[in-house]
């Protein structure tokens, strides 16, 4: 059984950066396309980031491109999301999800296409 861990959310000022953790208990981590959603209170669950299982593709929600930046350690069975030019507007509790290999991103940015999640981490951008 695969378990997600996300770590580094926190508090941070509008403009500034964090960077989220998530790291993958099963030994095949290197087989998964990993995912970032969010969700923001009241609102449905979010496409954020996803990158393949072996890095060399990664896909974007168009409010987040240019701001974010999704990356993988496949030696450490980790994922990251570097998060710069934090707006209030990305305040959520960001999830960490995996599914295996889909024949189009398109699979990676629909929640319920994930096999695997995270518990999430709470990122509050202050304005």
């Known amino acids: 059984q695969v378990q997600l861990v996300e770590s580094g959310g926190g508090l941070v000022q509008a403009g500034g950066s964090l960077r989220l953790s998530c790291a993958h208990s099963g030994r095949t981590f290197s087989a998964y396309a990993m995912c970032w959603f969010r969700q923001a209170p009241g609102k449905e669950r979010e496409f954020v980031a996803a990158?393949?299982?072996?890095?060399?593709?990664?896909y974007y929600q168009p409010s987040v491109k240019g701001r974010f930046t999704v990356s993988r350690e496949n030696a450490k069975n980790t994922v990251y999301l570097q998060m710069n030019s934090l707006e209030p507007e990305d305040t959520a509790v960001y999830y960490c999800a995996a599914r295996n290999t889909a024949n189009s991103y398109v699979y990676y940015t629909q929640p319920g296409s994930m096999q695997y999640w995270g518990k999430g981490t709470l990122v509050t951008v202050s304005s």
């Open positions: 990158i393949s299982s072996s890095g060399g593709n990664t």
